[in-house]
């Protein structure tokens, strides 16, 4: 059974960095993960994706340039390292199984762990 659990969020000012680590259990063989996050009162946005198999990578427009999707096989760990955090960038994010691909796609965009909080101040 495929068990995600995400941690390393927390509250950081503008301009700021964190990791988001997200421990993965329960695959197998190939797969994909991805980073969505929410904010209050908003719609699930897709953040960043990884492909396992070729390790392609996708990232929202929003977040491009900021923000890096990894993983450590080894331990099997998802991570997203944020960087130049912005005050929109405030939301519980959650890791699930989603391609590159299927960033833009609301149904893959579904909770599995218990998220991680990110809060960003200006």
């Known amino acids: 059974q495929v068990r995600l659990v995400e941690s390393g969020g927390g509250s950081v000012q503008s301009g700021g960095s964190l990791r988001l680590s997200c421990e993965v259990s329960?695959?197998?063989?190939?797969?994909?993960l991805g980073w969505f996050r929410q904010a209050p009162g908003k719609e699930r946005e897709g953040v960043a994706a990884?492909?396992?198999?070729?390790?392609?990578?996708g990232y929202a427009d929003s977040v491009k340039g900021r923000f890096t999707i990894s993983q450590d096989k080894a331990d099997d760990t998802l991570y997203l390292q944020m960087n130049s955090l912005k005050p929109e960038d405030t939301g519980m994010y959650y890791c699930?199984?989603?391609?590159?691909?299927?960033?833009?796609?609301?149904?893959?965009?579904?909770?599995w762990g218990p998220g991680t909080l990110v809060n960003v101040s200006s």
């Open positions: 329960g695959y197998t063989n190939k797969y994909c």
């Open positions: 990884i492909d396992s198999d070729d390790g392609t990578t």
């Open positions: 699930a199984p989603f391609c590159p691909t299927d960033l833009d796609v609301p149904r893959f965009l579904e909770i």
